[in-house]
Structures are given as C-alpha cells and as structure tokens.
C-alpha cells in the first residue's frame, strides 16, 4: 500500500549536513548589512565588498570615526529618582547675594552647593553645618572685581574650578582653600595656538568624566584649552575651532561617560556649536554645525543627557534647542524661551525625560523629546520682576536649585523622596550664642540714679566753636562745682567740701617761700640741731682775705 502526499514530506530522503546555495546566502549577507544601517558596507560600494571578502579589517576605537563610536557606545541606565513628580513641596531660602546670581555647583554628596554672582563673590553653603538661619558656612572672592562666570566640583568632590572674567582659571579644595592659579597668556601673541594659557576672561569651565585631574576652559579669545590640575603652568592641548577667530566661546562641557564616545561641545557667539572627540585629536573639530543659534548671540549653556548622546543648548536668541551627536547638523527639537540673562542655563531630568529651563519667576520644565511645555514651577522667595537664571537637579538627593537675578537662591526638596542636602538644616535650630543671651529684670547702677546723673550739654560743633573764638564772643563762665566723680581732670566734691573748702582756705601758695625760711635762720644759726653739731670739732674755721679786691689792677675790677 503507497504512503500519501501529506505522508512523504516528513519522510527524509538524505542523510547529513545540507548546504545553503551560495546566492542565498549572499542576499542574506546584504540584507544583514542593510538592516544594522553599516555605513561602511551600505554606502561605499568597495568597502561593502572587502568586507563581503573578509578582506577589510575593523578600526581601533581610536582610529574609528566619531559617528561609529557614538553608535558603538552603550547608553548608560537611566537613573532613579524621577516618576514624573517634582521634589518641590518644601524648600529653603539662601538670601545672601546682593547681585545677580551666575553661577551654581553641586558635589556629588548633595550636601555643599557653591553660589557665585556677578560681584566676584562666592559663598559656600555645607547644609551638614548650617542650621535654620541659612548662613553660608564660608565666603571667598576668588579674584577682586571680575565676575563669577561657573563653578564646577570634580567627580570626587575633593576639589572645584572657579571661571571667572579673568583669564586664569582657579583650583580650591573642597573645603575653600586656594590650591593654585593657572597661568594666563601671552596677549601680544597673535596665534592663539603658541601660547600658554588664556588672554581674555573665561566663561566656562568643566570637568572631563575620565579624570579628576584633566578640565578645559572656554574663553572670550576664542579657544578652548584642556589642563592637568599637575601642570598649572601651560595647557595640554588647544582647541580652536576655526583658523580665523569665530569669536569668544560662551559654552563648553564635556558629555557624561568615559567610554569612547566622550566628547566635548563647544559654543561661539558667530552662532556656531563644534565636537571634538575628548580622547583627541583636537587639530580640527569633528563636528561644527554653522548658524545653530542666532549670528552675534550668546549661548549662555549646553547640558548633556545622562545617556551621553543629547545635548542642550540655550541660545541668547530666545531658543532652546536639543541636539544628537550622531546627528549633529540639525536640532531635533526647537522651542522658544524667552531670556533676558546671559547666564540663563539648562539642567536634565536624573532620567533625562525632561529639561530644567530658567523662566521669570518660575522654572520650566520641558519635554526632552520634542521641547514641549510640561509646567512651569513657580519658585518660592523670588523677586516680581527676577528671573531664574541657573537651575540644577541633584540625582542622588532629589533635590532642585534655583538661583534668581535679584541674588535669591531657593532649594526645594520632598519630604518623601528627597534625602540629605537641604532637609539636613531645615529642621535645625539656630544655635544660641553667648553675645544673644537676655538677661531678665532691671540692671541699676550708682551712678545711673538721678542723684548723680550728669546733664550733658547739647553738642557744639569744632567749627561753630572755632568761629566763636575767633569773633570773641564766646563766653567764659566760672567752672561750677563737681558732683560725684571727677572728669576732664578736677575732682568731684559735694556741698559740704565745697563750703569748707571756701571757709578754709589754704595760704600757702601766698607766701614767698624765701621769706619764710630766712625767717627761720637766726634760730638755726644760735640753735643748731642736725647737721652743725657733728662738724663742729673737726671742721677748720674760714679765714677770707678781704684786701684781695683792692689789689686787682683797675681794668680787671671793671670787668
């Protein structure tokens, strides 16, 4: 009996490893190429086909160009911390600037937040050590009148930068001592590139996220330059965007992660954002975008994603725009925002969906996405007419702050899911000091009663004075009598010692004093007493020779 159709297609006809037909497998190897998007072996018809060969080799992660190691790099996790709520149901006021607020800084703890205005001063607020007065726990003036453009704490939090409108950048310890200045160029240098250091004030400063020792610096000269913190006396490198100057440079950070995908983002007034890899070379950019903000405006910030691939810049054309590295010709996302500010500045979300945008008044809060407005949180303590120029979102404490242009600084916090930073001085109460202690009851002293109060005159000015004596009509009265203690040198006296001291008088001062005592020599001379005794027996008797002025010649006796 035969076996069925539907039965002989389960029965195997052959035994062992079957192959795949060559032209299969070619169409599978193009499209396997097609659908991971291989530029090298999509786009370049020879590549595709030495790759196809096994004949092209695969670049060293130095050597591949910048957009296959964006792609390469993985993304790093999100952070916690951030479900769509704002820690903003309570918040402490920093009132101690007196001028705008320009720059802010955070250190990785959350529990010392740096403030800097455009006064040249710093304040530095440990919240571990304050208590609810919100003083801040140390002030420095980092240099005497420049302005305080950014302050940046290291990934250690051991040490922070100070940029301010002067050329040399400025290392403190954590604590607030000064480490050391970095040294400032040559001005009548005309090739940026020969000198070493900066010859026109800084606007930013950060921190490279592969080493606590290595920053760059963004300058009004139009360079970008890269330090060792080991080397205060000459940069390492020099970045400068184009041969002739675009102008100053207003933005510079380094984006998060330390993988090879690094890079750094710089902003010049012409309207201009280029990359350059962090790991080099820094010869040319690797990426310069031309007209991405208003020509002759000035981008007060760029802010990294924590995924490492978004960046955003705030423009001084009234713009917020979100940027991708791989694809940095174009913004993905264009909102306006007013900013009356240069040192208006952004901050991502700890998840990075959302952006922190300074607004008057208020923060707001934009989608990272399409650069939509989510809400705008209005900021405690701040002035009708200030606006928020520097925000920052702490991921490991939860916390927001928000620094206004009437020099208001306001940190908010949730009772429920932020921890440390502010919430550690909040409830604190301020400590008792020995100069504030109130002593109850009246205190009276002596002298204090009516009985011996002094009436004092009303005051005469020197100049009235000198006018009086100088026309002769002031007045001499005779002193009155002293009661109680002494002053301008006389002793006091009462009633009773002013009556006697007038019915008793003293006369001695009357008297001629040689008067008296040759009144008193013939009774010394017949009556000797202390010294004539005891020479009487011994002393030889004087004999003068009275003829002796008779015989002087009668010229000499003239004289």
Not at 184 to 191: A, H, L, P, T
Request: hydrophobic share 35%; net charge neutral.
């Amino acid at each position: 009996m035969g076996l069925s159709d539907e039965l002989s297609k389960f029965i195997p006809k052959g035994f062992g490893k079957k192959k795949k037909p060559a032209a299969a497998s070619d169409d599978t190897g193009d499209r396997t190429g097609e659908t991971t998007g291989d530029k090298r072996t999509a786009g370049d018809p020879a590549s595709r086909l030495a790759f196809e060969q096994g004949a092209a080799q695969e670049p060293t992660a130095a050597e591949a160009p910048l957009s296959d190691r964006l792609a390469a790099a993985e993304p790093p996790q999100a952070l916690d911390g951030d479900d769509g709520e704002y820690p903003v149901s309570s918040h402490i006021a920093l009132r101690e600037h007196a001028k705008a607020v320009s720059a802010l800084a955070w250190d990785a703890s959350g529990d010392l937040l740096l403030s800097g205005d455009t006064g040249s001063l710093v304040h530095m607020w440990e919240f571990r050590a304050m208590d609810s007065s919100f003083k801040p726990t140390r002030t420095l003036v980092p240099f005497e009148g420049q302005q305080v453009r950014d302050l940046r704490f290291n990934r250690a939090g051991t040490h922070f930068l100070c940029a301010t409108s002067d050329p040399r950048a400025r290392l403190y310890e954590s604590s607030g001592h000064a480490v050391c200045d970095f040294k400032r160029g040559d001005m009548y240098v005309s090739d940026m590139r020969k000198t070493t250091g900066h010859v026109s004030g800084l606007f930013a400063a950060d921190w490279s996220p592969r080493s606590d020792d290595v920053f760059a610096t963004a300058s009004a000269d139009g360079t970008v330059r890269i330090w060792s913190c080991e080397r205060p006396r000459a940069q390492d490198h020099v970045l400068v965007a184009r041969a002739r100057s675009a102008g100053a440079v207003t933005a510079c950070r380094y984006s998060g992660g330390a993988g090879p995908a690094t890079v750094i983002a710089a902003a010049q007034v012409d309207g201009s954002i280029s990359l350059w890899p962090a790991s080099g070379p820094y010869l040319r950019p690797a990426s310069r975008t031309e007209g991405a903000h208003a020509k002759g405006t000035e981008t007060s910030d760029i802010a990294f994603a924590p995924d490492g691939h978004r960046f955003a810049t705030r423009g001084g054309d009234d713009t917020v725009k979100l940027w991708d590295i791989r694809r940095a010709t174009a913004p993905v996302a264009t909102a306006a925002l007013p900013s009356s500010h240069s040192a208006s500045s952004l901050a991502f979300s700890p998840s990075g969906s959302q952006i922190m945008a300074g607004a008057p008044r208020s923060i707001a809060a934009l989608d990272a996405g399409d650069l939509s407005t989510l809400r705008h949180i209005p900021v405690a303590g701040c002035g009708s007419s200030a606006e928020v120029t520097r925000v920052l979102w702490h991921p490991r404490a939860n916390q927001i702050a928000a620094a206004a242009g009437d020099g208001s600084i306001s940190v908010m916090y949730s009772q429920a899911q932020s921890t440390r930073g502010a919430k550690l001085c909040a409830a604190k109460r301020p400590r008792r000091r020995a100069d504030d202690v109130q002593v109850m009851g009246q205190i009276i002293t002596p002298h204090a009663l009516p009985l011996f109060r002094d009436d004092k005159p009303a005051a005469i000015s020197a100049g009235k004075r000198r006018r009086d004596v100088a026309r002769g009509s002031e007045k001499h009265a005779p002193g009155q009598p002293l009661r109680g203690h002494g002053k301008g040198g006389y002793i006091g006296m009462n009633e009773t010692q002013h009556i006697m001291k007038s019915i008793i008088k003293d006369t001695m001062r009357d008297e001629d004093p040689r008067e008296a005592l040759l009144r008193y020599a013939a009774v010394a001379e017949s009556d000797p007493i202390f010294v004539a005794p005891a020479y009487n027996g011994t002393q030889d008797k004087p004999v003068f020779d009275d003829d002796a002025e008779d015989q002087l010649p009668e010229m000499k006796r003239r004289k």
